[in-house]
């Protein structure tokens, strides 16, 4: 029975560092700090396998594609691209792992219809081999066509449903739906599923069809009332979006470039005023120095004045007055002969001596004037030519404001546009989802009495239960006597279900439920997808050096077993997303992804540190 290979998961976007985790064929971990984006992981491969939406996180904005590679046993590749809101899936024949602009291979819608092929459930299970099987619906022989991801639930196992009471066969804790659920995993185990019967509906049901398909019939009418009759058909509209979008790619390419030259002008242009408010301040520092120079200079050319007045007036004084001496107050009978020339000749020599260091400091002061001088000259000409490369900045930023106007309009536009499409597409997958719907009631084949739904051979049942029993063995973990109850689907360990033990045995046991559910299906060649994708199997981990569960029937050992098992024994594929390191030999041997939080140690998460646009070629 052909089964899958998960090759990638990757998210791409323009100018965006990928983010991708390349798989195993045998096991990869992905363990680590929280809020990293691990089951981030998880949930992203479901949303590519059909899931409705993806609870995006805010390092996935500007990621516009999202791609899975999977690989078929014969070798053969596809590539699954879809984006993080849409509702179709493009498939492209090889293997793609970066942004894809090309025209894809094949166009299907992401939801499972059984009135149309072109979905990638039909699409799925045709490549399996698996087209038109049927499964129960009810009691009374009502079948319904297979989905993929009615397969997908029992190998692909949450954080929520690893520890929820309720059973790995089914979905909720009510009675709808359990007879499908089950009779999915008999197809499984079995690889037989439902046959075609000729069955209709009663009275009482055909009347209540009636109704709710009156009711479907006028939800639509109502939504086809909204549709623009102008727009074109669902295909017309994805090819506007593929467009729209491709557009929308080059236009941010292009903005991002303007603005980022938008964003140099205007920090030059800041850093020029900077240097001109630090040129006027020196300018006026040197203004302010040459002021209080110009004031000591005029200071000491009148010291060097009175100086020369005071030596000329000595000299005269000492030869035309007679009596008391002019300069030391001498009376005339203590002067001797030359009395008045000794006196004026000291007063000379003074004179002389002051002016001269007078005279010194002022040629100084001159010196150290003309070099302000020249300073202030070569200042106010480095001004000038800020102010001037101040100009060109400011027309340069003008000229870029008036080539970056119409970028924006056009991004705005773009992005009307797209909204406008998204909604009319959105109306049209409710109205194809009414549709679904519709078909699903008109193609019931309930009736009353009949035969029940078929039930799984006790020996099948019996080698499940010993499957899962090898498995626990394997992992170490201590209990006896598994047994599947297909009436109940409940698993009971011994006299207990599943339910009533604590949620770290309620963890191992679903995991155990589903890989030795693929070990099996692979090994009897029933149906089965080929991979368990199993998110937070080992919730009992604490920390080293601490028992890590008081549940005595859960030893410290069964972590190491249990990654060991799944990467010698496990026939499938085995995705394992954890909190808690793996063993050693298991980090050597399969494919770990440590994801840190911390951008200086391992890998920090699922998305690129900060998750920033890379520049465009024009800014390298």
């Not at 004037?369 to 001037?388: M, W």
């Not at 909204?419 to 009353?448: F, M, N, T, W």
């Not at 840190?596 to 800014?619: I, T």
Request: hydrophobic share 40%; glycine share 8%.
């Amino acid at each position: 029975m052909p089964n899958l290979r998960l090759l990638h998961l990757t998210f791409a976007g323009a100018q965006r560092e990928t983010a991708q985790v390349t798989f195993d064929p045998r096991l990869t971990v992905i363990y680590g700090a929280s809020d990293t984006g691990k089951s981030f992981v998880s949930e992203a491969i479901d949303y590519m396998l059909g899931a409705r939406k993806l609870g995006l996180i805010p390092e996935a904005e500007g990621y516009s594609q999202i791609l899975l590679g999977i690989e078929f046993p014969d070798g053969s590749v596809i590539t699954l691209m879809r984006g993080p809101e849409s509702g179709r899936i493009s498939v492209f024949l090889d293997d793609v792992r970066d942004l894809v602009y090309r025209a894809a291979d094949l166009e299907l819608a992401a939801q499972h219809s059984a009135r149309s092929s072109k979905n990638l459930s039909r699409y799925l299970l045709e490549r399996m081999g698996l087209d038109g099987a049927l499964i129960s619906t009810n009691d009374t022989g009502g079948t319904k066509l297979l989905g993929f991801r009615d397969l997908l639930h029992s190998c692909m196992v949450s954080e929520t449903r690893m520890v929820s009471k309720v059973s790995p066969v089914l979905r909720t804790v009510g009675t709808s739906g359990q007879t499908a659920h089950k009779s999915v995993l008999k197809l499984l185990l079995t690889g037989e599923g439902e046959p075609v019967t000729d069955a209709r509906p009663n009275a009482a049901q055909r009347r209540v069809h009636k109704g709710k398909i009156s009711l479907l019939d006028e939800l639509v009418l109502n939504l086809q009332r909204q549709l623009n009759p102008n727009s074109g058909n669902e295909a017309d509209l994805a090819g506007q979006l593929r467009l729209i979008l491709t557009h929308q790619d080059r236009a941010a390419a292009t903005l991002q470039e303007v603005t980022t030259r938008h964003a140099e002008a205007v920090a030059r242009r800041a850093g020029l005023s900077v240097t001109v408010s630090q040129y006027d301040q020196r300018l006026a520092e040197v203004d302010d120095l040459l002021g209080r120079f110009g004031l000591l200079r005029s200071q000491y050319e009148s010291d060097l004045a009175r100086l020369a007045m005071v030596n000329e007036a000595g000299s005269l004084l000492g030869y035309f007055r007679t009596g008391a001496c002019v300069f030391c107050g001498a009376e005339p009978e203590h002067q001797s002969a030359d009395h008045d020339a000794q006196e004026t000749t000291s007063l000379h020599t003074a004179v002389h001596a002051e002016s001269a260091k007078t005279q010194q400091l002022l040629s100084d002061l001159h010196l150290t004037i003309d070099d302000l001088q020249t300073q202030r000259e070569d200042i106010a000409g480095q001004r000038a030519g800020s102010l001037t490369q101040a100009e060109e900045a400011d027309l340069k930023i003008a000229l870029i404001d008036q080539e970056m106007q119409p970028l924006q309009n056009e991004a705005a536009e773009l992005m009307s546009a797209r909204s406008i499409v998204e909604q009319e597409l959105g109306l049209h997958r409710r109205i194809q989802e009414l549709e679904d719907v519709k078909a699903g009631l008109v193609a019931d084949g309930a009736q009353p009495g009949g035969r029940p739904a078929g039930s799984i051979p006790a020996g099948t049942v019996a080698a499940f239960d010993r499957a899962i029993e090898r498995t626990l063995e394997a992992w170490q973990v201590r209990i006896h006597d598994v047994a599947y109850d297909q009436y109940t689907a409940e698993l009971f360990v011994g006299e207990r279900a599943r339910a009533g033990h604590g949620k770290g045995m309620r963890a191992v046991l679903h995991a155990a439920f589903a890989t030795s559910l693929a070990d099996y299906c692979l090994h009897q060649e029933t149906p089965h997808p080929g991979f368990v994708i199993l998110d937070s199997p080992l919730v009992t981990y604490r920390q080293p050096g601490v028992r890590h569960t008081d549940d005595a029937d859960l030893p410290d050992s069964v972590i190491d077993y249990f990654y060991r098992d799944l990467y010698e024994r496990f026939t499938g594929q085995a995705i394992v997303v954890e909190n808690s390191d793996p063993p050693t030999d298991i980090v050597q041997h399969a494919q770990v992804y440590m994801f840190s939080r911390d951008p200086h140690d391992h890998r920090f998460g699922f998305f690129p540190v900060g998750s920033e646009a890379l520049p465009s070629p024009s800014d390298e």
